[in-house]
């Protein structure tokens, strides 16, 4: 199949492409990567009259340091989350999670802003804002706000976003020097989207978590983090009993949804296997 005609509209700056959006109302799409938007518009899934190409705005590029936090900007590719020396210095589970998401071709031009915004309940860099308490900067017709991760995943494919607003970037505070991270997924094949994901960030004093955030992909509408496994690990050590009270308790946060690939239980021992994996390496100084 191919895409329904659309005009096309390339933005210089936020404000003619939040302009063009304005003007063009429910029937406009920005367009990122284009590794999610143009295979829907093949199938025509989505048929926006305008795409409004934002890959030219200079604002949403780049990756700098400001105070305790990271400013990622929306453009910030996949691939650049290997490749550029900040993310690996200050947001290392960003580029621990940067090789599972999806295959080199695809990582060369998927974005992160684009892979926020989508909200793809599968995807790894939604999951890994939550562990990481990133916040979402936005521009919109009302002006610029920021988001908590916390606060932006609302249901399926459903973010805080609203009506023409674009993200312009995605800001981690810094990894500190006693901290540890964790991440892995389960997937039928390397590069195909997880059966089951997680990426966790831990304080910690000497052998002690002083503090954790887990957030858990594929296992539900939105990236999930379990709240009621992060306080049962708070002030602990993590010794076999500990891991497997983690892991019982991960029931009381997760209800994976009927799917006919992996039945709901099983999705859930998947996600006690990796989260047992992942705390045992956070025990061996991840
Ligand atoms: C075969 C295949 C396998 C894949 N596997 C994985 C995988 O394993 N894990 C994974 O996470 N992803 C996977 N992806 C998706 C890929 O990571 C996409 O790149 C990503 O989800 C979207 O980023 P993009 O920049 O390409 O966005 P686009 O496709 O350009 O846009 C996606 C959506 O986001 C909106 N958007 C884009 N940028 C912004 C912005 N700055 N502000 C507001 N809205 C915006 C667009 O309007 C559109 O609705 C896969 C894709 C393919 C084709």
Redesign the pocket.
Known sequence: MKARAFSYFRAETIEQALDAHARAGDDA????????????LSLRL?APRLLID?THIAE?RGVERQGDFLRIG??T??CEMLSEPLIGQFAPLLRAAAP????PA??N??????????A?P?????AITLALAAEIE?AGPAGRRRVRADDFFVDLFETA?GPG????AIHVPVFRSNQRFAFDEM?RRR????LVGCGLLASCEGDRIDDIRIAFFSVGNVPTRVKTVEATLAGATLDPARVAAAQMALEADLAPPESDEVPPAMRLHLARVLLGRLLGRLGEGA
Do not use: C, K, N
């Open positions: 799409r920005f367009i990122a990567g284009g590794q999610s938007l143009v295979p829907a989505q934002i949403l929306a453009l590719r996949h599972f998401v999806a295959h695809i990582r031009r998927g974005t992160i802003g684009g892979s926020v915004a989508l793809d599968a995807s790894e860099f939604p936005i976003l607003e674009l993200i312009t997937a590069g195909d989207y997880a």
